[in-house]
């Protein structure tokens, strides 16, 4: 049997009727993500909720742990990576206590333990943005009890609902999946532009990925940027030695057994006549769609075929 996820929200507090956080972490409860089950509870909004994970987590061990909230104010969903060592109550919580301007431990703020930068952010569900600031309620108060308990980086952060939102649910599975998946390599792809033309290049017969075509390129090596890495590739690859130019944009792509991050550079050729060793077959291209890209490089082709100087590409 796999690992147990746990996902937390809340009942209803102040004039709402309902609560969002709750429903939603109700309705997932038993979903499988990566191969964890999802455990859910739904927590009082007290001072008795705000605790009660940090107290499990001292006898439960979890692959992944996601507190949800009301975000009364909030258009977006927020991913809360800070919880401020702050208490400051505009209303009651549910049991009627009203903590004024308090630090909570007096340690100082803490940080949740997932690798935002390792997510897609810009294309998850409902677009969520990165909060700092979790508020000074319960929600602020549970984050923080929960993190001073975490001390083998399990996953864990809060997320903070709007009041309306199209897919909460998806949401929240994204997230648990992003939590759940191996780290992001960091991988240099180079845009080697050239008369008016970028260069695509076909996986040889032996090699991973065979047959598709993809920008020349390759994984950062220890102390390299993607500079570095794509000047050493692309002499490897392709003989060619080139110069690097401008960071066309970076794209995150899970392919199953890995995620990478790639990081696509505009690429210049200075010298060498072009030798292949990895792939079989080049083209120069003036638009999209002229190859069976792998994977995200489609929509890379995409934009660097919109940047082209002689004929840039409009869809
Ligand atoms: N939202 C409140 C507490 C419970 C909830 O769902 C908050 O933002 O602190």
């Known amino acids: 049997m ?45 001072n008795d909720g705000a605790t009660t994970v940090s107290k499990l987590i001292t006898e439960r061990k979890f692959a992944a742990i996601i507190h949800l909230g009301l975000a009364e104010n909030s258009t977006s969903p927020r ?19 009203k903590i004024i301007n308090k630090t909570i431990s007096g340690n100082g703020d803490l940080f949740s333990t997932i690798k935002p930068e390792d997510w897609d952010i810009e294309r998850m569900v409902d677009s969520p943005i990165i909060s700092n600031d979790a508020g000074e309620f319960v929600c602020n108060e549970t984050l923080y009890h929960t993190l001073s308990r975490i001390k083998d980086n399990t996953p864990c952060f809060f997320l903070h609902l709007p ?23 960091d991988v240099g792809a180079g845009a080697i532009i050239h008369n ?30 993607a500079a570095a890495c794509l000047v050493r590739e692309i002499k490897e690859e392709l003989e060619l030695e080139v110069t690097t130019g401008e960071l066309i944009g970076t794209w995150i792509f899970d ?51 919109a940047r082209l100087p002689l004929h840039p590409y409009h869809p």
């Open 196 to 225: 008016g033309k970028f260069l695509a290049a076909r996986r040889a017969p032996n090699e991973k990925h065979a047959g598709w075509w993809e920008f020349p390129g390759g994984k950062f090596e220890p102390g390299e940027d």
């Open 163 to 185: 009041p309306k939102q199209s897919d909460a649910k998806g949401l929240v599975l994204q997230c648990l999946d992003r939590m759940l998946r191996p780290p992001c390599i």
């Open 255 to 305: 392919h199953d057994d890995v995620v990478v991050r790639l990081h696509v550079l505009e690429c210049h050729i200075v010298d060498g006549e072009m030798k292949l060793h990895v792939h079989d077959k080049t083209q120069w291209c003036d638009g999209p769609n002229e190859v069976s890209w792998l994977g995200p490089d489609q929509e890379i082709a995409e934009a660097i075929s």
């Open 2 to 46: 796999g690992a147990s996820v746990l996902v937390t929200g809340f009942e209803a507090f102040g004039k709402h009727e309902t609560n969002i956080s709750g429903i939603v972490a109700s309705e997932i409860s038993g979903k499988n993500v990566r191969g964890n089950v999802i455990e859910t509870l739904v927590l009082p909004v007290n």
């Open 79 to 97: 991913i809360e990576i800070r919880a401020r060592d702050i208490l400051d109550f505009r209303i009651p919580d549910n049991s009627g206590r």
